[in-house]
């Protein structure tokens, strides 16, 4: 297929809003590979800051120019080294300017990175290296080379690169550092590289939560149709601020870095201790992140709140109740509410003027308090994109009162990631949008996979320039993941709205089974009870059980704060006096089980099409957070459920004794 059949392809049949968003975009849908933008970009963008890491020492600023440059230079070197087209060449890292470049640099060099954190362990990164096939490492620093080097002999490795400046270690193996990589690409003229866009361009590996990891071979069309396509979604202009907080490496951040970048962004890195303050004092335009993002800072305002005196705190609850009401019926009156999607003239005519009676009260809300909460975001966010999980709907509905734009969306490794995403025209909350250009989501039923009608919840297919091309090395794996007409099993379960809105209910691997056959699908209820103020993190278990049960992780602080008002002891008997007030509390005490008890009823009980099964039976309150640290979330924040559940088995199996 030629580079304009593919571009035809990509952009037919697009809305009339998409059609114009594209226009005022650079064009790159006569690339053949993702290398190819940068020296046009360092043509049209120049002396404006392509990536600026303001927390490394020293903070480091790269042009458009000289991104180019590096990029080159970073080719170059690996070409003496002996590189040829289609090498692999693994990339273990971590979030920086010179990781994009080494990315850049190897897909320049005509090669394929195979890419993970450097956090990861060490027998996956092991795995990794010899399931690509790699012979060589583009790696973090020092370290990273030191917990992999006992094993490296065994290994087709034939030299390693540091990211890192440090002096390297006389070793068998050719170690240079990245300096004297780029010193060796200087010196030695890029010799060019005919691609096509079939090429295989990276390896991504799944998390191996099911065995081992499997290498997502995405070619160099698979991410040019993310970047010709993300235009119809966001729309930037050159020298608007992107700020970037996920692993470089995971598809999702890592495609919608290409196309911010391709259009003249700014990329300023982050990390989970700045990101507070870099959103205030950055000020971003763009944002990619997922809801636990969105969750902190929905915490961080209600902790504001809370901290108010009681007559404040009555007249911000007034407000946020009004505008609660007023953005509803403005949903009705626009069709794009997901309770609504029939709705008559006459439903949308009364909740216009329902909307419109309520928009004074709206208005003065945005003046006294959502203004000062937006500030929390840096005040310049034109939209930012949620994946990687559902988006709680309370935190859906609080980021639309007080004016950031949410767009959710929705993919998975294996397909670039983004097949879907909600547009700013057409922002139904609740769901994860339509598809992007030449993409198609079809609903089956699980068990026969025949497709389901519209509104029928079954198993998500996915279909578009954007699948992979298969799991590395893994034909049967690939046979089962995409059947003989391109479909891929998504894993997800959703249904379709009219307008071809996709909505998704869960996980079908994540599917609880009470032993009264009933189905159950955690995520919905769990985001119901994230709505309580004294619940951090939740994960419903209940697997063959008679009913289901929850491991909650308590927010202390506010525990605190309501023993405080309430005039209550909540203090463990003869705690420790050194400890801190959230460690004296006795989180098993009668009072802490009933308040938590009252809160799961009440929100599981008001969640919109709550069943008799979907109420909580026995809990356990766990003072240790889900986090990245102790192994409990992915890197992309996400809940790893069978490592929790394997974690804390006795508790659970106590729990239903």
Request: glycine share 6%.
């Amino acid at each position: 297929m030629s580079k304009t059949q593919s571009a035809a392809i990509y952009l037919s049949n697009i809305s009339e809003p998409e059609r114009l968003a594209l226009q005022r975009l650079k064009d790159y849908t006569h690339i053949n590979a993702i290398p190819e933008i940068w020296p046009l970009a360092a043509k049209s963008f120049g002396d404006t800051v392509a990536l600026h890491n303001p927390h490394a020492k020293p903070e480091v600023v790269i042009t458009y120019k000289l991104l180019a440059e590096l990029i080159q230079k970073f080719a170059a070197g690996l070409q003496v080294l002996g590189i040829k087209a289609g090498d692999r060449l693994s990339l273990i890292a971590d979030n920086s300017p010179r990781w994009f470049v080494a990315d850049q640099g190897i897909m320049t060099a005509g090669a394929v990175d195979a890419v993970r954190s450097s956090q990861a362990e060490k027998e996956e990164l092991l795995f990794i290296i010899a399931n690509s096939g790699s012979t060589g490492l583009v790696l973090e620093d020092l370290k990273t080379l030191q917990k992999l080097r006992d094993r490296l002999n065994d290994l087709p490795v034939q030299f390693v690169i540091l990211l890192s400046d440090e002096t390297p270690p006389e070793d068998s193996l050719k170690i240079l550092n990245f300096s004297q990589l780029l010193e060796i690409g200087a010196s030695n003229a890029l010799q060019p590289v005919e691609y096509n866009q079939d090429n295989l361009a990276t390896l991504i590996y799944t998390s191996g939560t099911t065995g081992k990891p499997k290498g997502v071979m995405l070619a160099h069309s698979n991410l040019i149709h993310q970047i010709t396509t993300m235009g119809t979604v966001v729309q930037p202009n050159v020298g608007d601020v992107a700020l970037s907080i996920l692993p470089s490496w995971h598809s999702y951040e890592r495609t919608v870095e290409y196309f911010l970048l391709s259009q003249g962004c700014t990329q300023i890195y982050t990390n989970l201790r700045a990101v507070k303050n870099d959103l205030k004092n950055r000020k971003p335009h763009f944002m990619v992140a997922v809801p636990r993002l969105w969750e902190s800072i929905y915490e961080g305002a209600q902790k504001q709140f809370r901290e108010q005196p009681a007559n404040k705190q009555r007249l911000i609850n007034f407000f946020f109740e009004k505008s609660d009401r007023y953005i509803k019926a403005k949903r009705i009156a626009e069709g794009v509410s997901l309770d609504h999607l029939e709705s008559s003239g006459i439903e949308k005519l009364t909740a216009k003027i329902q909307a419109a009676a309520l928009f004074p009260l709206h208005a003065l809300g945005e003046r006294l308090v959502y203004a000062k909460v937006r500030e929390a975001t840096g005040g310049r966010i034109k939209q930012v994109i949620s994946g990687g999980g559902a988006l709680p709907k309370h935190i859906d509905m609080f980021f639309e009162i007080i004016g950031v734009e949410i767009l959710q969306g929705y993919g998975l490794t294996e397909t670039s990631p983004v097949t879907n995403v909600r547009r700013p025209w057409h922002n139904v909350r609740g769901s994860s949008g339509q598809t992007l250009p030449a993409t198609e989501t079809k609903i089956v039923d699980p068990e026969t996979r025949k497709p389901l009608a519209i509104g029928e919840r079954g198993l998500v297919l996915l279909k578009g320039p954007q699948i992979m091309q298969g799991y590395y090395q893994n034909p049967e794996a690939t046979a089962k993941a995409i059947d003989a007409e391109g479909w891929f099993d998504s894993g997800d379960l959703g249904w379709l709205t009219p307008q071809n809105d996709l909505v998704l209910t869960g996980r079908a691997k994540d599917t609880i089974v009470l032993t009264n056959g009933e189905n159950i699908e955690p995520q919905p209820i769990e985001d119901a009870c994230l709505r309580s103020p004294y619940i951090d993190q939740i994960m419903l278990v209940g697997q063959d059980q008679r009913s289901l049960g929850a491991l909650i992780v308590p927010n202390l602080e506010a525990l605190v704060k309501w023993a405080e008002t309430q005039n209550i002891d909540l203090s463990k008997p003869n705690e420790d006096v050194t400890a801190s007030a959230s460690q004296k509390i006795d989180l098993e005490s009668k009072i802490i089980q009933e308040l938590f008890r009252k809160e799961l009823n009440r929100e599981v009980q008001n969640r919109p099409g709550y069943r008799a099964d979907d109420r909580i039976g026995p809990f356990k309150l766990i003072p240790e957070p889900f986090s990245i640290e102790n192994g409990l979330m992915t890197q992309t924040l996400k809940i790893r459920r069978h490592v929790v559940s394997e974690r804390y088995r006795d508790i659970v199996n106590a729990m239903f004794a």
